[in-house]
């Protein structure tokens, strides 16, 4: 059983930038959030997708926006880069139910040069 | 959501047990606690979950009093590959139609184990 996986792995891009990246959810899963990591810090929400639309944002600016596929994957979408966006982009999925746990990806490490 | 507290940091010698205690003195009555490991340049790794009383599994134990204020990760004969940071986090109670819930990390506990 495959577990969330994310890619790429690691990526480089220069500032103004757009990226994508890209998330498959365990299996069984329906949920999939996105957070975001920097250097030194615990992980912070993006935003969380169910049934393909956007159901619970953190507090991050419009240049963040994601989708959500039938098949429940997902990608994170980042338009014009800045150089503070260089962090650890984690995946995590989950099913709808009460206390399921979360699981998390290995993470998609995007450098903004 | 609910704030969570832990140590900053630990050491510990290899083959003793480690006990990181959280607290969480506004956990919901439905949410759950779950502690996560995360190693540099990895994502967090699920260790164990629990709602009250005491859970085990394989790599850890999790003790929570029965007023849920805190809770308290055990990893008995801790080894070198146990250095890592350890993050409490609480929710995952309840679902609802216009969303679910998130996760709120602190910064964790980071756990030095010496040879």
């Known amino acids: 059983d495959a577990g969330v996986t994310q890619s790429p792995t690691h990526l480089i891009k220069t500032r103004g930038q757009q990226v994508t990246l890209r998330c498959s959810p365990k299996s069984g899963h329906d949920t999939v959030s996105w957070y975001q990591q920097a250097l030194g810090q615990g992980p912070q929400f993006i935003f969380q997708y169910y049934e393909e639309e956007e159901r619970q944002r953190g507090n991050f600016p419009d240049r963040f926006s994601g989708h959500q596929f039938p098949n429940y994957s997902s990608e994170l979408n980042v338009n014009a880069l800045l150089l503070g966006d260089s962090a650890l982009y984690l995946c995590?999925?989950?099913?709808?139910?009460?206390?399921?746990?979360?699981?998390f990806g290995e993470g998609s490490w995007l450098t903004v040069v | 959501l609910a704030k969570t507290t832990q140590p900053i940091s630990m050491d510990s010698y290899e083959g003793q047990e480690v006990n990181i205690t959280c607290s969480h003195n506004?956990?919901?009555?439905?949410?759950?606690i779950t502690w996560y490991q995360q190693f540099p340049s990895q994502g967090p790794r699920f260790i164990i979950q629990g709602y009250k009383t005491k859970v085990t599994n394989e790599v850890a134990s999790l003790f929570i009093p029965a007023d849920r204020k805190s809770s308290t990760l055990s990893l008995p004969r801790v080894s070198l590959s146990d250095t890592a940071v350890y993050y409490c986090l609480v929710g995952g109670g309840q679902y609802s139609g216009a969303g679910s819930y998130q996760l709120t990390f602190g910064k964790g506990t980071k756990l030095s184990v010496i040879p």
């Open positions: 506004n956990i919901a009555t439905n949410d759950y």
């Open positions: 995590a999925s989950s099913a709808r139910v009460r206390g399921n746990t979360i699981y």
